[in-house]
């Protein structure tokens, strides 16, 4: 029988989701614990990888067993994993479904705040920036739905069999007192750190050091060499995992934990 696990957990102090050599990882840290409770080796399937000190409010593992167990097993496993890590829900699966292939929608929200609070610094990335061009902003993020080969907005391009992904959302927003953003974006599929690349080209459009057609004439040449700069790991969430059988609604909703205004998040689009 196979289950889907659906959890979450916050990156602060991981070396991402999957099982690395220069640090412990959150799969390391559940295959460890579900190894515990079963009394034999375990292992898992993420539905796909989040990097070092970035966050999953939504992510799903995949993991087979010869037979079903007669207790509560997210209890047990909530029991032992640490705070930052826990289990929502354990459902089991007809057939063999997978976590990471079968997945037909990812989400990712980015989180920015604009002065030094001890309380965000690990949440949320600090830019000490005012008046930011949010239009202009929107207008990048915008041009996204455009365009399908994200070439340019890949750490690695090499190391992927191609680089078209498909954006179905991608919106910039701000918090009612202006000291907050957040940028959501949605695709099949996303290239190693292309969220975070994207996120600060769209910083520099709100800055003013980017122009949206420079910004554009990446998506229209891919191949244009270009300055990498991510954007800080500590601001994106992994947010939402859809498949055609499974659409599980959030159980832990940063978008509104985040908002600094009393009037939540607003957009320019």
Known sequence: MR????????????????????GISVQQVLEACLS?????????????????????SQFFFHMDADEPWDFDLVFRMNNILPDDISVFDIIPMEGLPHARFDAT????????HTYKDPFLSNFSSMYLVKDWDVSNMQRAAGLLLNYTDYHAFCK???????????????TIFIDSTGDRL?????????????????????????????????????LINPQLLQLIKPAYPQGLYLSKIKYPYLDLPLRSDFTQMLAGGANGWVTNS
Not at 36 to 52: M, W
Not at 189 to 200: A, D, E, S, Y
């Open 3 to 22: 289950y889907f696990f659906h959890i979450g957990y916050l990156g602060t102090n991981y070396h991402g989701w999957q099982k690395h050599p220069d």
């Open 36 to 56: 515990q409770v079963f009394k034999k080796p375990t292992y898992i399937t993420g539905c796909g990888r989040t990097d070092a000190q970035v966050h999953a």
């Open 105 to 112: 929608e990812r989400s990712y929200d980015y989180f920015i």
């Open 156 to 170: 690695m391009p090499g190391r992927n069999e191609h680089t078209i992904c498909n954006i179905s959302e991608a």
């Open 182 to 218: 957040r940028f959501h974006i949605s695709a099949n599929r996303f290239l190693g750190r292309m969220v975070r690349i994207i996120t600060g080209k769209l910083m520099e459009i709100g800055t003013g050091k980017l122009s949206v057609d420079e910004f554009e004439a990446h």
